[in-house]
């Protein structure tokens, strides 16, 4: 399996450009999140799903952040407008339905930077 | 605070000694897991104890894990210059949510 699929790695835009994130979940899996990283705030969850549907999007900072999930093997977050504060590496990682343990397979993330 | 504190926030070490990291967190969990992070690389899944179970081990990994404390411990023996990464704990609170939630990490340096 090649594991969760992140694009683009790296992503430089200037301030008030739309930005889209994607992500190829691993096949199988049915839940999917959605992660930010950052020195100052460590590691918090934006949004996840289950069956493709958006179950808590309590992360998610403001409107301008929104996310989707189409079908079970692809979902995209996107920023419009983006700000120099968004910068951060994003992650997405997907895992299999409960079955005793919710184990998360991470992409290798995309580094946004906002200039 | 955030649940899944991990102690200390930095920890350097000869090659060859022992690591010790520790995880505090608040609520009921059902299991608690340990990744490891590699500098600008994803997560990885390292090991995931149960809330009825006490310690476990995986390789040079020992997990230990107190509910009554709300505490857990990963002790990798023999450290390795390769074990340099940051390591996170991640619990998974009871009430059906299919949310982890993550610690800032221990950095942990192992030098040759």
């Known amino acids: 399996d090649a594991g969760v699929i992140q694009s683009p790695r790296h992503e430089v835009t200037e301030m008030g450009q739309e930005v889209t994130l994607r992500c190829k979940p691993i096949s199988g899996h049915n839940s999917l999140f959605w992660y930010r990283q950052t020195m100052m705030r460590g590691l918090e969850l934006l949004i996840y799903f289950n069956n493709n549907v958006p179950i808590d999007d309590s992360g998610m900072p403001e409107d301008r952040f929104s996310a989707k999930m189409p079908n079970a093997s692809f979902s995209t977050l996107k920023i419009q407008p983006s700000e120099p504060r968004d910068s951060a590496v994003y992650f997405c990682?997907?895992?299999?339905?409960?079955?005793?343990?919710?184990?998360?397979?991470f992409g290798p993330g995309t580094r946004l930077t906002v200039t | 605070s955030q649940q899944g504190e991990e102690d200390p926030q930095a920890l350097s070490i000869q090659e060859g000694e022992n690591a010790t990291m520790n995880c505090s967190y608040k609520t009921s969990i059902n299991n608690l897991q340990w990744y490891r992070q590699n500098s600008g690389r994803g997560l990885v899944h390292l090991i995931l104890?149960?809330?009825?179970?006490r310690e476990k081990h995986s390789g040079r990994l020992r997990v230990t894990l107190d509910t009554s404390k709300k505490s857990s411990s990963l002790l990798i023996t023999a450290s390795r210059a390769a074990d340099t990464a940051s390591y996170f704990c991640?619990?998974?609170?009871?009430?059906?949510?299919?949310?982890?939630?993550f610690g800032k990490g221990t950095k942990l340096t192992v030098n040759p």
């Open positions: 104890i149960r809330s009825n179970e």
């Open positions: 991640a619990t998974d609170p009871t009430g059906g949510s299919e949310k982890l939630v």
């Open positions: 990682a997907s895992s299999a339905v409960r079955t005793g343990g919710l184990r998360q397979y």
